[in-house]
Structure formats: C-alpha cells, structure tokens
C-alpha cells in the first residue's frame, strides 16, 4: 500500500504537476471565493482543457480545483455574511459575527487550520479504508436512505431562531419549492402552470445563492447605516494574531466529529457538502454546553462548519474511486474527466490503472497542502475587503450572482428565480422568519420523496419494511426522539418567559 | 442617485430583464419571427463559433459524445465548437433550447433516442420532425441487460424463463416511461415474462443497486459495466443490438438467442426547422468526413465504446420515423393488453 502511494507521489512530483495543482487549488478558491460559482462550475469550465494533457495532469487539475473550489467559499461567509458556495452556508452563521468583533483573522486562521486537518483525515479514509466503506454504502436501500433524510430533516427544529411554528413553515416552504417540475419516478408535471421553463424546477444553487446572497444584499443596501464603512481593526497575518497552541487543541473532538459527520455524508449520494455543513453545524450547537453563543461568533461553529465541508470531498470521492461509481454533481464530473483519459470507472480501475489512481491520491493530498498556504499567504489581503466600500461592492457580488446563477444550466430563467429567491429571503427577515429552514427543506425534500416512493416500489407499496429495517427504525426512532426534545425545549422557553 | 440605492435599482432591473426575456422566451415563435440569416451569411458559414446544445447534465455519454466530435468538427469545419449543458425534464429543456433558436447554423442540438419517447409519452410536444435533422454521427449497439455474476440464470433465454416462473418476482431496474423502460416492455411482449419495473435513479445508482443485490436486472450500456462484466461481478445476457461486435465482447445478441427485439442508442445533430438547406448540407459534409475518415477521432469514439456511424440526413430522418413508429406501436399494444 505505502509503495503504491509512493509510485502515486513519484508520479506528480514534477514540476508541471505540481504547477497544474496549485493552479487548480488557486483557481478553485476563487471560484468558491465568489458567490455564486462553484467547484462544480470551474470542473466544468476546466473539463474539455484537460483533453490535451497527460491522464495524471488532466486529473491533478481538475482535484485542485475541487479541493479549492470547495474550500474558497468561507471567505464571503466570514467577511460579508454571503456564502460563497451551497458548502459554506453555516460558516456565515458564526463567522460573520467573528469579523465583526474584529476577529476575521482568527476566523480565518480556525477555517484553515481545521479545514486542512479535516480534508487530511478524510483523505486518509479515502485512500486506506474506502472499500470497506463502500461496501456498506451499497447496502443501503431506498428504506434506510428515507429514514436518514426523515433524520435530517428535524434539524429543522434546531434552525427555528426560537419559533418552531416559523421554522417549521419555512421548511414547508422549502419543501413545496423543490416539488415544481417533474415529479420524480413518474415525471408528472407539478406546479408548472403551463410555462415549459418551471418543467425542469427550481435548481439548487440559483434558490440558496439567492436565500443567502441576494437577500443580504437588499438588507445592507437598505440599512443606511451599514454602507458606511466599519472601520473594523484586525490582524491580518497569522503570526499577528497570537494565537495560541490551546486556542486550538479545545476544538479537537469538535472537529473530529464534524470531519466524521462531513465524510459520512458525502458517502451517501445526493446530500453533498451543503447538508454536511449543515448537520454537523447543527449537531456541534446541540452537543455545546453552551448553545447560546453559537451564532453570535463562536469559533467551535466555524470550525464544525468548515471541517465538514472539506471532509465531505474524501467522503464523496469513495464511492468513485474505489467501485467507480460517482455520488454527486461533482464526481458525475469527475467520471467524465477519468473516461476522456481512457480510464473507465469501475471495480478493475486500480489493477488497470493503479499508478494514475494512486497519483490522483497523491496531487489530492498535495491540493490540500497548497490550499492551506494559499489560504495563509492569502488571508492578509482577502480580509482588507472589510474595508472596501459595500456601495461599491455589493453590486459587482449581484452582477456575480447573476453570471453565476445564468452558468448553473445556461438559462436566464435561472437568473430570475435567484432574484425572487432574494426577495422571498429578504421578507423573511423582515418577517422575523428563520431561512435555514427553506434551504433544508429544499434539499432534503426531492431526497425524501424518490427515497420513499422507490421503496414503496420495491415493496409493492407496502410502508411497514421502512420501521422493520433495522437501519431504517433506529433512524426514525433518533428523528422521533429529537424531535420530542425540541418540544420540551420548546415548553420550558415559554414556560419562562 | 444615492449610494443605498444602487442595489435595490441593480436588482430591479436584472430581475425586469430577466422577466422580460423569460416570457419573450416561451411565447410560440413561429418561423416568421426568428431572424433567418442573408445570403451571404449563408456563404460565410460558419464564420463564428458554433454552439452544441446538449441537453443533460456534463460528463455522461451524450455529453463526452459531443465534446469529442465538436473537436474533431472544429478542426474540420475551422472554427470552434463550445458544448453547453442544459439539463432538466427528461432533456426537453435544451431541446426546446434549438427549437426556438434562430436558424443560422450556430446552434445545434445532439441528443439521442429520448427526444422521440418524450414526446409518445407527453413529456414534451415536440419530436425530431420539428427540427432539421443534420444526421446521426454516432451509436451504441451495446445496450445490454446485466444480472448479478452468480445469479441462476445467464443467457436471455434463462432469463425469461426464470421471469415467467416467478412472475413479477425478478426486479428491473428503470425509469417509469424512459428508454429502458421500453426495453423492458419489449421484453415482456417478446417473451411473456413479468417483471417488477423499480426505479433506483440514473446509470451510476442502478450498478450500485445491483451491487447490492437491491435488483435483480439492470438494462445498461455495455462500456459503463465492461469492467464489472470482466471482474465477474455481473453477467450480461445479451445486447439488444441487430448483431454481436467485437467492442461489446462479441456478447450474443437477443435475437441470436430468439428473442425478437432489437435497440440502438442513436445520437444525431439538429437544427431549428427554418436552417436554410445550404447550411444543414455544410455541417453534414464536415460531420461525414469527420464520422468516415478521422481515423483519430474513430479510435478515441470507440474507446467510449460508441461506434462513429455516418446517416445522412434524410436517411436519418426516415430511420427516426421508423424507431418512433415502432415504440409507438409497442406502447399502443401494451396499453390495450393493459386495457
């Protein structure tokens, strides 16, 4: 095994290759960095440039980009409280507050620090354990896979800000906005009032772009006092903050739960990191002793947020290159880099190919690396953006979104639901209305309802196999437990007020 | 105009203009209001890039499909070619994406079977009549159907057997009205066997459910599960193509095996309707000589286990009719019997 990943090394360590990783993982970040674009984007950009390089350039790159792509996005999290990426959502939820305190830098400095050593440990899983995990994925059927997202969904209750009525609204919401189109299995068309262009629904990026982005924008720009530039003081380097080893050892069982959570749930096909960034932020502000402060610039919420995110690629890539079967929208992507190259995925791709395979192991080992040191070199000038002036700003992020949004699927169409979604997101604060819980909704509904309807194919319409998988019952058991906490919760806060 | 109000304003007009051309992009566009292009614009094409509109998600076969020939097409029509993905609803969203483009050559779809059972199943309104078929550039005679490596029966007709003794027991992996669900109808009729139509998603997710013994048939295309086949993991039965080829490892066909029926995936470009003849004929020749002659573009074809096949257009189009007729006479059957 060490040899293979020695010939994987000895392969990329050239200086072409090394270069072609690093303008990966630079590119990437940028294209995290902007609201809007994301790694799925710049892969796809990237794709037909890799046709004219060697399999191992070509597939450096495009692990560069992920790596990058993936971990740029929590740069507009912490500094404009716009996530750059669907993955880096929570990481506005405490990040923000830091910058504001005047602590971006050590947002910046946990981000990095925790976001390497999740995206070290998740490879480390790839490349040792991968089979083995692959081999219990496949196992899962339709039944477990429904119970799981029934799970996930109750997190809801955890996002609600106080109400659950709101949140629980809000998730309708989410849900109802994710059922316009073709409805899954049978493709009846659903909320689509005759216009050809709701057929294909809502896609995810446009939706949660705008939630998040656009909606923070119309709150800035209508709030006088906050274009006036803060003139928040921070460091800007990391040898400035003075930090110490400790401040950093506390987060450990933080962030090892959160990279455990982040690599689970890139495993299983459809969540992706947004939902890893989610949950695990959501399970660190349960699991506090003091859930309070999170969302008021807690670093244990950076670091839950942003180790999940970036362990979740491991996590993704398991399926992919150990039986050869991709996940999610990016490693669909990354299938089509492997077969321009002549490699076809599936369970011979190591014999076959075993020294390309352990080479892309390696540049992924070495993506992670150069984004740590990127980041590093880079934090200095990214955080000055806090004193860029919002009014001008805030339109080149719009014009961004737009571009980012029409890039998704090459529509306008797409465009225009992003500007709506910011209108809804933007009455929803207004109203006082959580928004996490349209965006869980959102995703986990589809999840829910193809899990559901493919298994009752399976069992010839019959639901009790969804309680007697034993899988399946101890997951809704857990939904239908956390769910009563939240209740209780719930009681004793009005029964104080 | 003051600073705070900058972004509200941005908004408000991104969003009018979006909305306006959103409607102006549904609204019925009858030939007489798309741009046909001048004489000589028509002697100068292709002077611009030309766009290939492939209407699913990057990265699958239609998609490498269409990149590998939009290379070799670029060099030989000498300009370039830039694929752009639009997904959704089955493929009918590119689709109507050329449908309502302007005729001028510098959009073109490539798209394979669906566009026809979109429309027999009322996914869509439209079909390859609507459009200028420019021809068919490539195919995959390798449509096969996988079972478990030990599963008791290994050859179609073991299949059928063991389907007919079990009836509705042995699962068949699927989408509910989409390609291989007419495979499996055909099979059906073909045989008298039962099967249970389950749907477990995309080609990805049904080797992972065969995997993990969460059905019973998988209907595929060969080059996906060519590994899996060689390792031993899964068996093919037989491909569903008119005869065997060493690129699928000379796998018997169904009908060798006496099982009358018979698919081919085939993949075409088409033009907007009004693409005036003179440009239609241009882009064919480049996708013949291309298709026939590129002897480096035939290799890199076949090592996606797609073989180049050159259709003229008319030719293309009959052949078309001929498919759609056929899926829609094996649609009214079954729906009687069902009736």
Avoid at chain 1, 430 to 437: A, D, E, T
């Amino acid at each position: 095994m060490l040899e293979l990943i020695e010939t994987g090394f000895l392969s990329i360590l050239n200086i072409e290759t090394i270069v072609i990783v690093f303008i990966g993982v630079a590119l990437g970040l940028v294209f995290g960095a902007i609201p809007g674009l994301t790694a799925v984007m710049a892969i796809a950009i990237c794709l037909p440039i890799t046709f004219g390089m060697t399999p191992i350039n070509g597939l450096s790159l495009l692990m560069g980009l992920y790596i990058g792509g993936v971990s740029g996005g929590f740069i507009p999290s912490v500094l404009l409280n716009i996530p750059g990426t669907p993955s880096s959502i929570a990481s506005t939820f405490d990040g923000y507050p830091m910058a504001q305190k005047g602590e971006a830098g050590r947002a910046f400095a946990l981000t990095i620090v925790f976001s390497f050593l999740a995206g070290l440990l998740s490879l480390l899983v790839l490349i040792f354990i991968s089979p083995v995990l692959a081999s219990v994925a496949i196992q899962l059927s339709p039944f477990e896979y429904f119970a799981i997202t029934v799970f996930a969904l109750t997190m809801i209750t955890s996002l609600s800000d106080g109400s659950m009525l709101k949140g629980l609204i809000a998730g309708m919401l989410g849900i109802s906005l994710a059922t316009v189109g073709f409805a899954p299995i049978d493709s009846y068309p659903r909320f689509t009032f005759g216009l050809p262009e709701l057929e294909a629904g809502f896609n995810v990026l446009p939706v949660l772009i705008g939630l998040f982005a656009i909606t923070e924008i119309l709150k800035t720009s209508s709030d006088r006092k906050q274009i006036e530039t803060k003139n928040i003081q921070t460091a800007y380097r990391l040898k400035d903050l003075g930090l110490s080893f400790s401040y950093f050892f506390k987060q450990k069982w933080n962030w090892l739960r959160s990279t455990i959570i982040g690599v689970t749930v890139g495993i299983l096909p459809g969540l992706g990191g947004s939902a890893a960034n989610i949950i695990s932020y959501v399970t660190a502000k349960n699991q506090s002793k003091h859930p309070e402060t999170f969302g008021k610039g807690e670093p244990a919420g950076v670091v839950a947020a942003e180790s999940s995110n970036n362990a979740a690629i491991g996590g993704a890539l398991v399926p992919l290159l150990s039986i050869g079967i991709p996940g999610d929208g990016v490693t669909a992507l990354l299938v089509g880099g492997l077969m321009l190259h002549g490699l076809n995925p599936g369970p011979l791709l190591f014999e076959q190919n075993g020294e390309v395979m352990y080479g892309i192991f390696a540049a992924l080992l070495l993506a992670n690396a150069f984004m740590a040191l990127l980041l590093i070199i880079g934090m200095r000038f990214f955080i000055r953006v806090l004193h860029v002036p919002r009014h001008v700003l805030l339109p080149i992020i719009v014009v961004l979104c737009v571009i980012g949004a029409f890039g998704v699927n090459n529509r306008l169409f797409d465009a225009l639901v992003l500007v709506l979604c910011g209108v809804i997101g933007y009455i929803f604060a207004k109203l006082k209305f959580p928004v996490m819980p349209i965006v869980l909704g959102f995703i986990l509904g589809p999840i829910l309802e193809t899990n559901l309807r493919r298994g009752l194919m399976h069992s010839n319409g019959d639901f009790l196999p969804f309680v007697t998988s034993p899988i399946a019952a101890a997951f809704l058991l857990l939904a239908a437990g956390s769910f009563l906490m939240a209740i209780r919760k719930n009681r004793k806060r009005s029964a104080t007020i | 105009m003051k600073t705070h109000m900058l972004c509200p304003v941005l908004l408000a007009s991104a969003l009018l203009f979006s909305g306006c051309t959103t409607i102006g992009f549904h609204a019925p566009t009858s030939g007489s209001e798309k741009k046909l292009p001048s004489a000589s614009q028509i002697d100068a094409y292709p002077n611009r890039p030309i766009e290939i509109i492939v209407p699913t998600g990057a990265g699958g076969d239609t998609d490498l499909g269409a990149r590998l020939l939009g290379r070799y097409l670029g060099e030989e029509m000498d300009t370039s070619f830039i694929v752009t993905n639009i997904a959704g609803a089955g493929g009918s969203m590119g689709s109507r994406e050329v449908l309502e483009a302007d005729p001028d050559g510098y959009k073109v779809l490539f798209f394979h079977n669906n566009l026809l059972i979109n429309k027999l199943y009322g996914l869509s309104t439209f079909n390859h009549n609507d459009f200028k078929i420019a021809g068919i550039a490539l195919m995959d005679h390798g449509d096969t159907f996988i079972v478990h490596g030990d599963a008791p029966y290994q050859t179609a007709n073991e299949l059928a057997q063991a389907a007919i003794e079990q009836p509705g027991e042995l699962s068949f992996a699927t989408e509910v009205g989409g390609y291989t669900h007419l495979q499996m109808m055909a099979f059906e009729e073909a045989t008298g066997a039962d099967l249970k139509p389950i749907d477990v998603g995309g080609a990805s997710d049904k080797l992972v459910a065969l995997l993990g013994n969460q059905v019973d048939i998988v209907p595929i295309a060969y080059g996906v599960t060519a590994d899996y086949i060689e390792n031993g993991d899964f068996a093919s039965v037989g491909v569903l193509s008119s005869e065997q080829h060493a690129l699928y490892d000379n796998t018997p066909t169904f009908l060798e095996q006496g099982i009358d029926i018979e698919f081919e995936k085939f993949f075409f470009f088409a033009f907007p309707q009004e693409t005036p003849d003179a440009i239609v004929a241009r882009f064919s020749e480049a996708l013949k000589e291309v298709v026939e002659n590129n002897e480096a573009y035939r290799e890199q074809a076949e090592s996606y286990y797609t073989i180049p096949t050159y259709i003229a257009p008319e030719e293309a189009t009959r052949y078309m009719d001929d498919v759609s007729h056929s899926y829609e006479r094996l649609i009214e059957r079954l729906e009687t019997q069902m009736d």
